[in-house]
């Protein structure tokens, strides 16, 4: 926690990193997803990319946003999709290698895909009610 109070980005990251894989904490076989992803939102403030790659990861992951639940009982973040985005935006802009850049870069065109397919989903699902509900289907 030293490593947030001196400014260093890449240390708070890798402090994220740890509560992320369990490797410190209360139960340090057990991750703490909230905390790493509240030491990762200090890192990002102080200018880490890899930290917002790592939160990015953990949303898209499905281990931390919002819960709904949707059609067959299965659950789903709502609001992973636009945050992951918006972080693996910030990640791209501070990667340093040209590898990490193309990475991202496919992260976010499969979030693109992502969200295309969940608006014809929704789309096609409020059709179907609507036609029910005027008795023609």
Do not use: H, W
Not at 53 to 72: P, R, S, T
């Amino acid at each position: 926690e030293k490593a947030i109070e001196l400014g260093d980005g890449k240390a708070a990251c890798n402090l994220g990193f740890m509560y992320q894989k369990g490797l410190i904490g209360k139960n340090n076989d057990q991750p703490n997803y909230e905390k790493a992803a509240e030491i990762y939102e200090k890192a990002i403030e102080l200018g880490d990319g890899k930290a917002a790659f790592n939160l990015g990861k953990m949303y898209l992951d499905g281990v931390i946003g919002q819960l709904i639940v949707v059609e067959k009982g299965k659950e789903k973040k709502v609001s992973n999709l636009l945050q992951a985005e918006k972080l693996f935006n910030i990640a791209k802009s501070r990667a340093q290698t040209v590898e990490d850049k193309n990475c991202v870069k496919n992260i976010l065109e499969n979030i693109k895909k992502q969200k295309l397919e969940s608006s014809i989903e929704e789309f096609i699902i409020y059709l179907r009610e609507g036609l029910q509900l005027k008795g023609l289907l």
